[in-house]
Each structure stands twice: as C-alpha cells, then as structure tokens.
C-alpha cells in the first residue's frame, strides 16, 4: 500500500465530500491517478476521446439539474478564481516567461468579476393571434475549446464561466507551453464545481496537450461547437474543421491621435494599454498614428508619463534585436521569440541600455512603413508614426490592423473624424479616449471576454454565443390580453 503525502489526503477528502454533494454522479474519474501520482488532476484525461466522453456525461448530469444550480457553480468558480488569482498568475508568469504578474493578476480579476453569467440567457416570447412563441438559448452539449499562451488562465476561467452558464461542458485543448499553470487551473475550476454539487469532469482536458491533440478534439463527433483562441494557424484549422467554430484571432489594434485630443490623456491611455502584460494581449496598442502638428506634445507626454522614448540611433539598434527576420518596409517582420512578452528593462539591455524595470513601455518613433508598425509584435516597444492629418492617420491605421477587424483605439474631440474611423475600422472594439482594455470592460462599461471573435463575428463571446436558438410554439393559446 502505497503512502499518501497530506495534500493527497486532504485532496480526495476534498473530491468524496464533492462526489457526495454531486448525488454520486461521477464519470468514473481518474481515481487512481490521483491517488498514486499527482493531485491536481482532476478532470484530466489521457485522450481527448475520455474527456469527451467525461464531460459529454456531466454535461447532461447538468442539465437534469437547475438554473439555480448552475448559478450556485458559477459562484463558486467565480470565488475560487479570486482567491487563486495571484496563486495562478504567479504559475502562469513563471511557466511561461511572458508578462508581468500584477497585470495577470489584473486579467484573471477582470475575468472573473466581469465575464456574464446566466443572466445573458434572455428569452424571447412573442405572443398574436395564433398563441405564443417562445425562443430560449439552449446549450450545444460539449464544446472543445483551444486556449493561448498569452493569456492562459484568464481565457480558461472566461470560457469556463460563460460555457457552462449556457449549460454546456468544455474540453480544453491547453496551449503546451502553459500545460501546468492551465491543467491547476482546470483541476481548481473542478473542484469548486464539485464542492457547489455540480458533476465532475464538466470541464475537462487531456493530461498532454499538442497540436495533434488539438486537432483530434476539432474532429471529435461528439464536440457540437469549437471555439479557438490564438493566433491565425489555429483560426484556420477551426475553419477547415467542419463545425461550427467561434474564432477568436490575432489584432494589430492601431492608435490614432488627432489635433483635437487632449494629448495628455492619450499618452497616459497610450502607456496603459500597450503596455498591459508587456503587450501580449491581442487588444494591446500595436502602434500609434499622430498628426505631425502635435507630435511633439505627444512625445513629451509620453516621456512625462513614464515611458522612455527611443532615438534612431537605438531604434536601428533594436531591429537587430527584436526581429528575427525583416521583410521590409510596409510588411509584418517575424518577432524575436526569446524577447516577447519581456520586460523592456530585460529587452534594452540586448543594446546596453539599462532602465529601471518600473518602466513599462519603450517607444518608438518611426516613419510609418517601419515593419514594427506591421507586425502584432507583442513586445512593449510601441512606433510611433508621424502623418499629416486625421485622414491619412485612420487611412494607415485601416491598412495596419490588416482586416482582422479586431481592436482599434481614437483620441478626438472631433465627432466627424471618430464617427469616420468608427465606420471605416470595422473593428469588434472600437475605443474612444481611453485604452483599448476599456473595451474589455476594464477602466470602461461593458463585460469582460478574452475571446473576441472577430474572424467569426460573435466580437466580445459571452453565454449568449456559447447557445443555440431553440424554438417552443403554443398555437392558439397564452395571448392574455
Ligand atoms: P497560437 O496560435 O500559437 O496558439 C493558440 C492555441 O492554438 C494553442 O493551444 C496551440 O497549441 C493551438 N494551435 C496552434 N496551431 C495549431 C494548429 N495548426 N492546429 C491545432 N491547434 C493549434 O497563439 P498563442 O501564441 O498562444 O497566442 C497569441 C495569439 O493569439 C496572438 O496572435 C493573439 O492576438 C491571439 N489571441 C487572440 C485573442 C482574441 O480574443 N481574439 C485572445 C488571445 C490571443
């Protein structure tokens, strides 16, 4: 008989109690995994085929239960999420390399706080002669979800939160460089589920996740829905897939600064949102158009504000850096892996520059064809491109964000050059003077979501994307007045 460490008792204390509180309707979990090896398995299976099948089994045990129910299992999610948020973030920064703690720790607050739960499911009656008609959002059953290194906990617990409020289960697909940090997070999501009375396993995963995994779960015929969050490879093999697929995939969310801003503003909105995790969020500033006649106000303003402002010399100096391929002008450069997400103290020092790690962005100001202006560089050195007038800066800035309709930011007072951009970007986030995370319900109004589904068009997903429509007519009866 094998000895059981004190964390391992206290763990399957912990599960027995949760089984008992769920009526006993487990999907035979891995047990015994548990017992001889590592404790924070729960809800992780060997091959996408178990999870499936796990997480297809809590998912109706789920739905035989109430609304009330999985209210009680969101709440607890939610308080589980806020009291590991720094545990997590802690194990995300340190699996990863990529970011800064306080800022993840930021996200997996915002995540939880403000990811809509079932209250988004809002029928639609509609009654007239011939009786009613009821539309409710109903749940596809289960969705297999493909998560990013980026943000690896906060698009667990936002997908989490939302998925299951429309009553499905998920099977993530984790992205691998952030296996252990989303498998702990996955087991705590599971443990506060069970400890509301909800099933095991209605969110589950695969103990080694790969692309090859991945790729089994988009063809998996018991997954209805798929939704991905990353980068345009991952968008396009949901596309070919088959299914339905919400896709949620990269930005290069431009700024554009008028003659009309208050330029104060805009540098410190401008520091806060590029350099949010060191620029890895795909909402994240990527570059800056600014009209020459206050460029100058600009650059002081951002100095002011704490950022360090780059001359031609370093700038020139960096692109050896920072770039592991140049293709030119006017086109996206190939970033430098080992350097994404880093500190820019930790990246200056590539060309002996030595700033305090207080500093948070570096910027560059560069003419507006500079490769750095093309490529979602997801480091925290942001261009700044000079051009004549507010027209030819949204003209660049439609250019630069590529199509993906992601995420744009304006600083104007001037309503016919927002309402000109507004039009013309297309963006599902369109953020008037303020950062672009205020579009994501931080610092602005509105919920939170960390997959936002432009290539697909849901924008901002919530409960209400993770639903199907279903349809209940009463012919000739319940018009009451
Ligand atoms: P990534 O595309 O490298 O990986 C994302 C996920 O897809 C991972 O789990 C990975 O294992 C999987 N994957 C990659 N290629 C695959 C393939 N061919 N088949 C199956 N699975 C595959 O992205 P990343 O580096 O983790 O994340 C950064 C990118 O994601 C950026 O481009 C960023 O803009 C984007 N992103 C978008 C959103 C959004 O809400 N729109 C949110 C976060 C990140």
Redesign the pocket.
Known sequence: MPQLSREQIDYIATEVVSLLKSDGKSAAPVAEARISGHPHTSGQFSDIDSAVSAAGQAQRTLMEGTLEKRNRIIASIRKKMLSHAEDLAVRAQQETGLGRKEDKVLKNILVTEKTPGTEFLRPTAQSGDRGLMLIEPAPYGVIGA??????PTS?IICNTIGMLAAGNAVVF????SAKNVSLYNIHLINQAITEAGGPPNLISTVSDPT?AS??SLMQHKAVRLLV????S??VR?AMHSGKRAIC????NPPVVVDETADIDLAAKSIIAGASLDNNII?VDEKEVFIVQSVADRLFEALGKHGAIILNKQQIQQLEKVIFSENRGPGRPAVMEKSLIGKNISFILKNIGLSVPDHVRLAIAPVDSQHPLVWT?QMMPVLPVAQVPDAHAAIDLAVKAEHGFG?TAVMFSRNLDNLSRMARLINCSIFVKNGPSHAGLGHGGEGFCS?????PTGEGLTNPRSFSRERRCVLVDHFRIV
Request: net charge negative; aromatic share 4%; charged share 5%.
């Open positions: 493909i998560t990013p290194v980026t943000n698009t697909n984790v992205h691998p692309v991945a790729q991905v969050t990353g980068g490879g991952v093999e949620a995939g990269p930005g795909c979602e992601h960390f997959s936002i589904a432009s």
